[in-house]
């Protein structure tokens, strides 16, 4: 049976943060583009996120810039420039979940990182705040510590992969197997049932999924997984006692990340918000079973928040891998990764925040655009997934 073979610039495969990013860039820059999903666009490691965009100051809390902390510096900005519409991506509409957020300890605790906040290298992106500042969970009836206000946001990731493929539409497509891959220096090509997709770059933004494309392709590219064990808190309080919030708690902490990072999402089914915890209890977490998890979680919740009752807190815990490019010794990469190899591009943004940084790499592969207008494939639309909390 005759193929029907269509012609395209670009195509991509993989649905989360990294390329519907892209899709929108590519399209905005004028390639025509279209994005190939196995699974729900999101799933995988973009809904299971927290959500923060981040300026890397929580990779210098050994009081130094790290190459990690000053890569992601200007990271925030780039993202609200598109919250005004005037971004890589237009994301005006999005309204973050919060503004800001915020690095607290108990007086004392902050080590080495608090002559780092002290510096003038941090002017604009920290900034120390007075009792009667303390956001309404820190109150210093019950928080007697520091707290920082920082430059950063949270988003929630399923409304910014909503914005994003309603963007993107109608060119997300569901297929949950490729009967055919081919990648040579002129172009590749993707074969679906009687379905052929031509496009001169053919772009690997698939996540953990890229392992099996690469070793399907042959490409040397090597991926590492960096294990999480995440850990989600319903409490049933009301009120400033618990309620949304969104920071860092460096009480005692021990190595380069914060000792608890906490962001609050809608439960999705109209009770109380839940708070998603990450930082080194999820890092730490990776070797713990779910039961040791939740036994160590409220041990922690006690030790840094001891003002409020954890008893009645329901605790659950999900595991996550990080996909990123393979990195001396398992490190976390300090950049988001594009690569080119024949007419492929395999790109990782590494995290969230980088996907900006992600759009302008790939954008540096792209030949001049020849199909401006996108075809029309003969498969089903691809639909939005959920976070995991709600599942």
Known sequence: ??????????????????????????RNAGYGTVLIESDRL???????????????????LHGVPSPASEAIAGMPERWRTCFNGIGEVDLSGLKPLSEHTYLFAETGGLGPLATLLASKLLRGRAQRLR?????????????????????????????LIERLASLGAPHLYAAPRLDRVEV???????????????????????????????????????????????????????????????????????????????????????????????????????????????RFTRSELAACLPWIDWREAEIESF?????????AKGQRPDQAFAEIHGSSIVCWPTKLTLAPDLGQKVMALMP?????????LNLLAARVGEPPWTA
């Open 319 to 327: 595991r996550l891998d990080r996909a990123e490019p393979r990195q």
């Open 184 to 294: 040579g220096t002129g172009g590749a090509h993707i074969e679906i049932g009687n379905l052929s997709i031509a496009c001169r770059r053919l772009i690997l933004a698939a996540g953990a999924g890229n392992e099996a494309l690469l070793k399907r392709l042959g490409i040397p590219v090597a991926m590492q997984r960096r294990p999480l064990h995440q850990v989600v808190v319903r409490h049933p309080a009301a009120g400033p006692a618990f309620g949304p919030f969104f920071g860092h708690c460096l009480t005692n902490i021990k190595g380069a990340e914060p000792r608890l990072t906490i962001t609050s999402h809608p439960s999705g089914t109209g009770g109380p918000w839940l708070w998603c915890i990450g930082g080194r209890l999820a890092t730490s977490g990776a070797e713990r079973s779910a039961a040791e998890q939740r």
């Open 368 to 376: 001049a655009p020849e199909h401006p207008a996108p075809p029309t």
């Open 1 to 26: 049976m005759a193929k029907n073979t269509v012609h395209t610039d670009a195509a991509i495969i993989g649905g989360g943060i990294a390329g519907l990013w892209l899709l929108n860039a590519l």
């Open 131 to 159: 009792e009667e500042q303390f956001p309404p969970f820190l109150r210093p009836e019950v928080f007697t510590g520091i707290v920082y206000r920082l430059n950063d946001f949270v988003l929630d990731p399923r409304h």
């Open 42 to 60: 999101g799933s995988g490691q973009t809904l299971a996120s927290q959500g923060l965009i981040h300026g890397g100051l929580k990779y210098a």
